[in-house]
C-alpha cells in the first residue's frame, strides 16, 4: 500500500535541512509503529520518497512525501500515529491511499508558491513588483558546481504579486526543477533592487512555501488529486 | 532579546540546528513553576556534547524532579560567536532560549582538557565574571564534573563547586542543599559550606595550596571548618536500581554517536596501566540482562532510533554478552535495529557475536592491541597476545569482514625502536591473515588501518608519576612509522604531538595553570581539540607571559614521595597501589584481571559489597 502524506513545518523546526527531515520521519514511523516496508540488503531503510526539499530556514504549510506500507493501514489512522508521535513544529495534514504505479512526486510537483515576508516595510514593494514583471529578460547568476551560470529568472516564475501588506509581502510562484530554478529569497532581492534598495544591502526575509503544484489536466492541483478511487 | 531575533541570528550561521531546540522529547517547562534552573553545559559543539551519554542521564534525570528545570547549553561555533558579540546576545539555553546567566546553576561536563577554554569562553559569553571569587548572588553557581573533575585544579579559580565521581545521587542531594540554602537565605559562601559537606562535592576555595621554591606543591589544606582534608568520589551501588533514563532526546542533525546507547557496565577489571577511565570509574558494576532488554525495548519504543550500541570500557567483558546480542537481535530485527559493539576487546571477541552482528549491518571493526611487542603490552598491561590478534582477524577475515583498523600509542613508558617496529610487524600479520583465509570465504578489497595516538600521561594511573615523549620524539616516531607502514593495503595515520603534549600539561596541571589558560583564551585559544583552531604558539606565549614551564608539566619525571596537586581527590584507588603498579610496569610484569582475585586497588574502602 502508498500512502501520500501532506504535511507542514513550521516555525519552531524551520531549521531542520532535509536529511534531518528523512531521519526525523524514519525515527517518527518507528516511534508510531506504522508498518513500513524496507529495502533489502545489509542496510535496510524504509521505502520513502519525498517531494521538494524544503531550503533550511523556511517554513511550510503544505509539503509531501510517500510511503510504502508492508501491510494496509488506515489512512486517517496513519495520520493520526505519525501526528503523534512527530516531533513539535511538524505535523500531518492529510493522508490518502494512492496508486502503487503513480510517477514519483518528485517528477509531478512543477509549481512551488511562496510567501515572503520583508522585516522592514519597503514603500516601493509594489512597483519593484511591477517591474519585475514587465521586463523579459532578468539576468542572475547562479552558483553552481562548475562555477556560476548565467540565467533568467524572469522565466523562473509564473506570477509575483504583493500580498495583503503590499510594503512587505511578495506572493510568488515558481517554477521547481530545470536549469533556471533559482531559491525564492533570490527573486525577492531582485525585486527589492528594482524597488530601489542597493544591492549589496542584505534583507532580512522570513519565507513561508505556502503550497506545491502539479499540473493535471489544465490545471494546477496539489498532489492530494493523486488520491485513488 | 526576543525569540524572533535569536531565530534571525541562528538563521545567518552555519548549521543553525545546532541552536534551535525543540527536538523530540526535549522536556519543556514553565519556568516561572520550578525552584531551580540548572543550565548542563557541554564546551563543545551541539552535534558532540549531543552524543554524551552522561548528559542525556542527568538531564532527564534532574527534570524528574518538579522542582527543577534543567535545559542544555553548547559552546557556540566562532561564527555564531561571533554574531552572538555583534548583537550582544548573551548565551542562551536550546530549551527557553533564556540567557543562562538567569540560572541558578551552570554546570559544565569536563570530558578532554582541551575543552576547557570553551568553558571560560562560555561563562564570558553568558556575562558571568569568570573568576569564581568575583561572583555575586546574583550570578548562577558554576559546578563541573566528568572524568577531568578529578585533576580540574587548572580550571579551579572558574569553578564555584566541583562534583567527583557519578552524578546520578550527587545531583539530588545537591540541589536539595541548595533549596534549603535558598529558602533560608545567606551568601554565597553558606551554600558552598553545606555543599562541601556532600559526599563527592569539592569546593576549591576551601582548600589552599602551598607550593615549594622549584614549583613542586608543598601541601594542599582546607582553609574551612568541616571541610573533608580528601574529598573521595561518589559511586552508584546498583546499577538496577539507579535512574537510566527510558526516553532521550533525539536529535534533528546527525550527531557523532546518533544512536541508542546501552550503558551494560561501568568500571573496568582489565587494570591497563595507561588508562585513566579504568581507574576512575572502577569498581565494575553490571546492569542485569533484564534491565537491559527491558531499557532498550522502552528506548526504541520512546526515540526510533535505528541503531543500539553497548557502551561501557569493555564491552567484550559482558557477563551475559552472547545473550545480550542474541536477544537484542532477536527481539528488534522486525524494526530493522541494528547493534554496533564498539570497544569491542580482542581476547573476549568470538566468532559468533560477528556473525550477530552483521546480519543487520557491518562496519569496520577495530582491535587496540596499544603496543607492537608482547614486552611493551605487559608493561601496559594490556593483556593481549600475538595469537589472540591472529585468531581474532582470520575470524574476521573468515566472516567477510575487509576494513580492520588497529589502534596503537605510541611514547608508552619504556618503548623502544623495536616496539615500533612490532607495530608493523602487526601490520604485516594482518595482510597474511587476510590472505590465509580461502578466497571464496574472504571479501574482496583489504583495508588495514593503523592508528597511533601519543602517550599522555594522566592523573590517577601507575603512569602518573611519568614524563611525556617530546613533540620532536614524537614526531621522529611517527616519521619512522610512516616509512615502516608503506606497505599495500595498509594505511596509516597519528595524531599531532601538539595537542597530546598541551593536554599533558593541562591533565597534570596545578592552579596555577589557570592564569595560563585565561592569558591563552584571552588571546583567542578556544575549540583546541579542534585542529583548525589549535594554536600551540598562542600556548606558549601565554606560560612566558605567566612566567611557568610547560615542560615542568609534560617533561618531568616525579618522585614517589612528591605531593600531587590532585592528591586530596580520592577516586578510591590508592595511590600506594599505583606506585605498585607503576613498579610492576617497569619490571615488566603483569597485574591480572581483577575479575580473577582482588588486586587491592583500594576501592572496596568505597563501600560494602561495591565489589
Wanted: charged share 25%; net charge negative; proline share 5%.
Amino acid at each position: 500500500m502508498r500512502v501520500l502524506l501532506e504535511y507542514m513545518i513550521g516555525d519552531r523546526v524551520r531549521f531542520i535541512s532535509h536529511l534531518d527531515f528523512m531521519r526525523t520521519i524514519q525515527r517518527t514511523i518507528r516511534r508510531a509503529g506504522i508498518p513500513v516496508a524496507y529495502s533489502e540488503g545489509f542496510n535496510p531503510h524504509p521505502k520513502l520518497s519525498f517531494g521538494l526539499p524544503l531550503p533550511v530556514g523556511v517554513t511550510s504549510s503544505a509539503e509531501y512525501m510517500d510511503i510504502i506500507l508492508s501491510s494496509p493501514m488506515d489512512t486517517e489512522e496513519t495520520k493520526d500515529l505519525l501526528n503523534t508521535h512527530l516531533p513539535r513544529g511538524i505535523a500531518v495534514t492529510a493522508a490518502v491511499g494512492i496508486s502503487p504505479s503513480a510517477p514519483s512526486l518528485m517528477s509531478l510537483i512543477k509549481r512551488a508558491d511562496y510567501r515572503i515576508t520583508l522585516d522592514t516595510a519597503l514603500p516601493g514593494l509594489e512597483s519593484g513588483i511591477q517591474s519585475f514583471l514587465q521586463q523579459a529578460e532578468i539576468p542572475y547568476d547562479k552558483p553552481g558546481k562548475k562555477g556560476v551560470n548565467r540565467i533568467n529568472i524572469r522565466d523562473s516564475v509564473f506570477s509575483v504579486e504583493a500580498g495583503r501588506d503590499a510594503r512587505r509581502e511578495i506572493l510568488v510562484s515558481m517554477k521547481t526543477g530545470g536549469s533556471s530554478s533559482v531559491k525564492p529569497e533570490v527573486i525577492a532581492e531582485k525585486i527589492a533592487e528594482l524597488a530601489g534598495v542597493e544591492a549589496h544591502v542584505k534583507m532580512e526575509l522570513t519565507i513561508h512555501r505556502t503550497g506545491l503544484y502539479m499540473h493535471y489536466d489544465g490545471r494546477w492541483v496539489t498532489p492530494l488529486m493523486l488520491k485513488e478511487g | 532579546m526576543n525569540k524572533g531575533q535569536i531565530d534571525r541570528l541562528i538563521g545567518q550561521v552555519s548549521k543553525p540546528v545546532r541552536y534551535m531546540g525543540n527536538e523530540y522529547n526535549m522536556v519543556e517547562k514553565d519556568p516561572a513553576s520550578v525552584e531551580i534552573r540548572f543550565a548542563f553545559a557541554f564546551p563543545d559543539v551541539y552535534e558532540i556534547g549531543m552524543s554524551h551519554l552522561g548528559m542525556k542521564i542527568l538531564y532527564h534525570l534532574m527534570n524528574e524532579r518538579e522542582d527543577t528545570y534543567c535545559e542544555r547549553v553548547f559552546a557556540p561555533w566562532p561564527d555564531m560567536e561571533t554574531k552572538m558579540r555583534e548583537a550582544n546576545l548573551p548565551l542562551f539555553a536550546l530549551e527557553t532560549k533564556d540567557p543562562v546567566s538567569e540560572f541558578d546553576f551552570l554546570g559544565f561536563t569536563l570530558q578532554y582538557e582541551l575543552s576547557y577554554t570553551n568553558v571560560l569562553n562560555m561563562l564570558d559569553l553568558a556575562r558571568i565574571p569568570l573568576l569564581a571569587r568575583d561572583r555575586t548572588l546574583d550570578d548562577p553557581f558554576v559546578i563541573a564534573g566528568g572524568p577531568c573533575a578529578f585533576n580540574c585544579e587548572p580550571l579551579a579559580d572558574f569553578l564555584d563547586l566541583v562534583a567527583l565521581g557519578e552524578g546520578e545521587e550527587l545531583i539530588g542531594d545537591l540541589l536539595d542543599v541548595y533549596k534549603q540554602w535558598k529558602s533560608e537565605g545567606g551568601d554565597r559562601d553558606a551554600f558552598l559550606l553545606r555543599a562541601a559537606r556532600i559526599p563527592g562535592i569539592y569546593v576549591p576555595k576551601f582548600y589552599d595550596v602551598e607550593y615549594m621554591d622549584d614549583g613542586r606543591v608543598k601541601a594542599v589544606t582546607p582553609n574551612r571548618d568541616g571541610v573533608p582534608s580528601r574529598v573521595v568520589k561518589r559511586v552508584v551501588k546498583d546499577l538496577d536500581r539507579v535512574y537510566f533514563p527510558d526516553r532521550i532526546i533525539v536529535p534533528f542533525m546527525d550527531i557523532v554517536h546518533d544512536r541508542i546507547m546501552l550503558e551494560i557496565f561501568r568500571g573496568c577489571t582489565k587494570g591497563c596501566r595507561f588508562c585513566q577511565a579504568g581507574m576512575i570509574y572502577r569498581p565494575v558494576r553490571e546492569r542485569s540482562l533484564e534491565t537491559l532488554l527491558d531499557l532498550a525495548d522502552k528506548l526504541i519504543r520512546s526515540t526510533g532510533y535505528e541503531e543500539i550500541s553497548l557502551s561501557s570500557l569493555s564491552t567484550g567483558d559482558y557477563s551475559r554478552l552472547e545473550d545480550l546480542v542474541r536477544d537484542l537481535m532477536a527481539r528488534h530485527w522486525s524494526e530493522r535495529v541494528s547493534l554496533s559493539l564498539p570497544s569491542l576487546r580482542l581476547d573476549s571477541f568470538a566468532r559468533e557475536y560477528i556473525e550477530q552482528v552483521q546480519r543487520v549491518k557491518k562496519t569496520g571493526l577495530t582491535f587496540a592491541p596499544e603496543a607492537g611487542t608482547q614486552r611493551l603490552r605487559n608493561v601496559i598491561n594490556k593483556g593481549i597476545t600475538q595469537e589472540d590478534l591472529s585468531r581474532s582477524l582470520t575470524d574476521a577475515f573468515g566472516s567477510g569482514w575487509n576494513n580492520v583498523k588497529l589502534y596503537f600509542m605510541i611514547g608508552l613508558p619504556t618503548e623502544t625502536t623495536e616496539d615500533l617496529e612490532g607495530i608493523a610487524y602487526l601490520a604485516r600479520m594482518a595482510v597474511d591473515c587476510y590472505y590465509g583465509v580461502e578466497k571464496s570465504k574472504r571479501e574482496k578489497g583489504l583495508k588495514i588501518t593503523i592508528s597511533t595516538s601519543s602517550f599522555v600521561p594522566k592523573p590517577f594511573t601507575p603512569f602518573q608519576w611519568e614524563p611525556q615523549d617530546t613533540i620532536e620524539e614524537l614526531r621522529e616516531k611517527q616519521h619512522m612509522l610512516q616509512k615502516l607502514l608503506k606497505l599495500k593495503h595498509v594505511d596509516y595515520s597519528w595524531h599531532d604531538p601538539e595537542t597530546s603534549f598541551l593536554e599533558a600539561v593541562m591533565a597534570r596541571g596545578d592552579r596555577r595553570i589557570g592564569q595560563v589558560m585565561l592569558t591563552a583564551w584571552q588571546n583567542g585559544a578556544r575549540f583546541d581539540s579542534w585542529a583548525e583552531h589549535f594554536s600551540l604558539g598562542r600556548w606558549m606565549d601565554a606560560f612566558t607571559e605567566c612566567g611557568l614551564d610547560p615542560y615542568f608539566y609534560a617533561y618531568r619525571k616525579r618522585d614517589r614521595d612528591e605531593v600531587l596537586p590532585w592528591d586530596h581527590i580520592d577516586t578510591g584507588v590508592s595511590k600506594a597501589f599505583l606506585w605498585s603498579e607503576y613498579m610492576k610496569a617497569l619490571n615488566e610484569e603483569t597485574t591480572p584481571d581483577c575479575r580473577l582475585s582482588c588486586t587491592g586497588c583500594g576501592v572496596r574502602r568505597l563501600g560494602e559489597g561495591l565489589c
